[in-house]
């Protein structure tokens, strides 16, 4: 089963939690046994799955990010301008795979799952493909 969402971002980069969307399909489905795969089609945001106790997390790892990627670089020759993005999203990854058992994601006490824009604000689509 697959579902398509829409994010709409607000920020050049954010991390935006979507584990509740992912646990709300979960639940349509009716699957109790497989696996869950997150997947964004776009070459300048991603899936990762991390920390979602604490807020501050999320903007240390942007921070982070900039300074390994910063925006704007004297040898970067992509005609958009946005080189940086591409980098962050090939760091991150396109797609995470979530384990699914007695109809519950196997995450971690302190994760949570977060679609990565690096080059809004944009209207997005990820995808979630439940298999079971």
């Not at 704007?72 to 797609?95: I, Q, Y």
């Not at 994601?105 to 809004?120: H, M, P, R, S, V």
């Not at 689509?125 to 298999?131: G, R, V």
């Amino acid at each position: 089963m697959l579902k398509t969402l829409q994010i709409k971002t607000t920020k050049r980069d954010e991390m935006i939690d979507i584990t509740r969307e992912v646990e709300a399909f979960l639940q349509e489905t009716g699957i109790t046994s497989g696996a869950a795969l997150i997947y964004c089609p776009h070459t300048t945001a991603g899936i990762t799955i991390n920390e979602n106790a604490d807020p501050d997390v999320k903007k240390d790892m942007l921070r982070r990010f900039d300074e390994v990627y910063p925006w704007e670089h004297e040898l970067d020759r992509h005609m958009e301008g946005n080189t940086a993005a591409h980098m962050k999203s090939s760091t991150v990854g396109a797609s995470q795979h979530v384990i699914v058992e007695n109809g519950r994601l196997i995450l971690g006490t302190w994760q949570g799952i977060y679609f990565c824009e690096f080059d809004g604000p944009r209207t997005r689509t990820c995808y979630i493909k439940m298999m079971g």
